[in-house]
């Protein structure tokens, strides 16, 4: 059995275990029946990975070696990861905004981007883009604790 077989059977275990975690995900009465509802996403992804999955195990790749991931530099992936991990705990407190503008302008940081002005609008950009589209759908996205504190109430 090749390494890309089984690479490919570990994923499709987790694309299925991923699909049947969003078989558990709440659903407001008033958002069951839509076309679009917050498993459909998730749903979406445990399709691709499934597939892509499916493929490794029915043409596995020739090469039956991993040296190629000791020649990876890992410390922008875990610097990325760990950045997520940040974006996570913070969103709440710092809101919307603040965490995902910072999120971004931190991940092209790591990715190499040293041009402050054009990681500024980039980020500023996107993030008032996103804001946008979730506007106009009705999602709610939070401003955080903060916003609040500085206005002096507790909504």
Known sequence: M??????????????????????????????????????SLPYGLATAGSLIAALLLLIPDERTDFEFLLKLKWSPA???????????LSFEVLGYFVATAGLLAGGFMIMGERRPGLIVMISAGVTLGFWGIMTSLDIYLTPGEWW?????SNA
């Open 78 to 88: 875990l610097l990325l990861l760990a950045l997520l991990a940040i974006y996570g």
């Open 148 to 152: 609040f504190w500085l206005r002096g």
């Open 2 to 39: 090749t390494n890309s077989r089984i690479i490919g059977g570990v994923f499709l275990i987790v694309s299925l275990l991923y699909g049947w975690a969003a078989t558990q995900i709440p659903l407001d009465f008033w958002s069951e029946q839509e076309a679009f509802n917050a498993r």
